[in-house]
């Protein structure tokens, strides 16, 4: 059973450019997570998809977006990118709540 | 709103000791509760989970973890540390609360260091 890829693994922007990361869940799983991590403020949730409706958005700027097709695969998306924007971002695809999520490797975003 | 804490952001213990890390959550209703493990440059790796059943739950790797809803705790221990254990490890709740939700909220991490 494949596991949640994430592409591009890095990545290196200019201020002001725009990004975006790429999801693939488990087969099956219709839930789709995304976190950044930084090492100021460690894992913080940014959004939740399921089927193809965003469910839940933390306390990101609207520079932040997602989206999710009718396939569970999910993008990020990040505008007028920042230096602060620099991040591990992590993709999470999961069945239910009650279950645990399975996490991609990780996209390492560095902004310059 | 729903939170995590752990306690103590570096940890080090010797080869073959004990290793306790320590969760706390803040909910009057037990969420579902959960330890990942994360190496350099990877993603996170689940280690065990709670989800309303046995109290004491194990995991891979050795560990286990005990869920006391009088101490809103969930610490992390194994009995004899390996090497191989040196990595971060991270709690996480999922609410389990009304409303549709699979978010998970984390911890802020403890970095486990294993002497020699």
């Known amino acids: 059973k494949a596991g949640v890829t994430q592409t591009p693994r890095y990545l290196i922007k200019t201020r002001g450019q725009q990004v975006t990361l790429s999801c693939s869940p488990i087969s099956g799983h219709r839930s789709v997570s995304w976190y950044q991590q930084t090492p100021g403020q460690g894992l913080q949730f940014l959004f939740e998809y399921f089927s193809e409706t965003q469910r839940n958005k933390g306390n990101f700027p609207g520079r932040f977006s997602g989206r999710q097709f009718s396939n569970s695969r999910s993008e990020m998306n990040v505008s007028t990118l920042e230096l602060g924007d620099s991040a591990l971002y992590l993709c999470?695809?999961?069945?239910?709540?009650?279950?645990?999520?399975?996490f991609g490797q990780g996209t390492r975003l560095t902004v310059v | 709103a729903q939170s995590v804490t752990q306690l103590g952001s570096h940890v080090s213990v010797s080869e073959g000791a004990l290793v306790l890390l320590r969760c706390n959550y803040s909910?009057?209703?037990?969420?579902?509760l959960f330890w990942y493990v994360q190496y350099p440059n990877q993603g996170l790796q689940l280690l065990l989970k709670y989800t309303s059943a046995a109290t004491l739950v194990k995991g891979i790797n050795g560990f286990e973890a005990e869920f006391k809803k009088s101490e809103t705790s969930f610490h992390l221990t194994k009995p004899s540390a390996h090497m191989s254990d040196a990595a971060e490890y991270f709690c996480a709740v999922t609410p389990n609360r009304g409303g549709a939700t699979n978010k998970l909220i984390f911890g802020t991490g403890t970095l486990l260091a294993v002497q020699p």
């Open positions: 909910s009057s209703v037990p969420p579902y």
């Open positions: 999470a695809s999961r069945k239910d709540r009650y279950t645990e999520a399975f």
